[in-house]
């Protein structure tokens, strides 16, 4: 049985999509009634999650560290709280996470909850323990950018319909399946590679590469179904030309392109990802864009790196 929580940070993202003061409200109440510290940060701006994580958990002395941290928000947020748990020791006292989705998409709380109302998956986390249990999740280096990646990261297409999401009213999923809908209409392959622990797995025109990490993207297209978040190894799915783009959100939804001759599946510790035609490949993670990557992306597993609060296995 994993140890019970007895200090907790709360770091919440007042700018995540379905953000609600009275819920970070509610948690602080349901967690200094049972644990004996509380402490609430709401951040300021982007990577103040993980400063605020990396102070906590390295400055404070050992029996004043949070071993709980929360994170209130969509999966940038918990992202940047996962980025400042990984640097803290590697002994069993590390901070888990936990997490109360707040966010448009919320594929990492959907990845450990599969969308039960937080309000009882936290009282498995704080109660007698019987129906969650701390899983060492792994992370994947992005080693172009030293960024850690949790819930996955995507090229072509899939990072495409973000900067057309934020275009579009509402906030929740509904949202991203508008915007890969619009995008996946007149979208055009890219000539892409993907190598799997030095093996060729897909080269060709290119949709999209998924590796991750978290089975879902947007929090309903099941890309990554065999995907375990913590066996040691990243996933990856290549859609390549042959896909028609406008099938996807259909293909994708209950993970039926895997076996299709347009999709690729692999499983490896290191995944190469490439554009071959020297222009910048197109990519994000956990739902940000990057634009500090060129033509190439590696990702190295970083294996059982995160502990993290999720349901027991049955
Ligand atoms: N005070 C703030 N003002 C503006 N942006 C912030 C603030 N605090 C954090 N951020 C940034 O907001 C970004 C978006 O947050 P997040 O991804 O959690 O919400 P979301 O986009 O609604 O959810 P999802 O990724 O699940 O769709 C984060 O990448 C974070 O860097």
Avoid at 218 to 227: I, K, N, T, V, Y
Avoid at 233 to 246: F, H, K, Q
Wanted: proline residues 7%.
């Amino acid at each position: 049985m994993s140890p019970a929580a007895q200090r907790a940070l709360i770091v919440a993202n007042p700018a995540a999509g379905r953000y609600r003061s009275a819920v970070v409200e509610r948690l602080a109440a349901v967690c200094r009634a049972r644990l004996t510290s509380v402490a609430v940060h709401r951040t300021t701006g982007p990577g103040d999650a993980t400063d605020a994580v990396r102070r906590a958990v390295a400055e404070a002395p050992a029996g004043q560290r949070p071993d709980l941290v929360v994170a209130v928000g969509g999966d940038g947020t918990v992202r940047e709280v996962a980025e400042g748990l990984v640097r803290q020791g590697a002994d069993d006292t590390r901070a888990a996470l936990f997490i109360v989705p707040a966010g448009s998409a919320n594929s990492d709380y959907r990845m450990f909850w599969d969308d039960r109302p937080w309000q009882e998956t936290l009282s498995g986390v704080l109660g007698p323990g019987h129906r969650a249990e701390t899983r060492r999740v792994d992370l994947a280096r992005l080693a172009e950018t030293g960024a850690h990646v949790l819930l996955g990261s995507c090229t072509g297409l899939g990072a495409q319909i973000l900067s057309r999401v934020k275009t579009l009213p509402g906030a929740g999923r509904e949202r991203y399946a508008r915007a890969l809908a619009e995008a996946a209409a007149g979208y055009r392959p890219y000539p892409g590679r993907v190598t799997v622990d030095g093996v060729p797995l897909a080269e060709g025109p290119t949709i999209l590469a998924n590796v991750g990490g978290g089975r879902y993207r947007a929090g309903q297209f099941l890309l990554l179904p065999h995907s375990e978040p913590d066996d040691g190894l990243l996933d990856v799915c290549v859609i390549d030309g042959r896909t028609d783009p406008a099938r996807l959100p259909e293909l994708t939804r209950d993970g039926r392109h895997v076996g299709l001759p347009g999709a690729a599946y692999g499983r490896g510790r290191r995944i190469v990802v490439e554009r071959l035609d020297g222009e910048r490949l197109v990519l994000e993670h956990d739902g940000e864009l990057q634009d500090r990557t060129g033509n190439t992306a590696t990702f190295d597993v970083v294996p059982r790196a995160l502990p993290v609060w999720a349901a027991a296995a049955p």
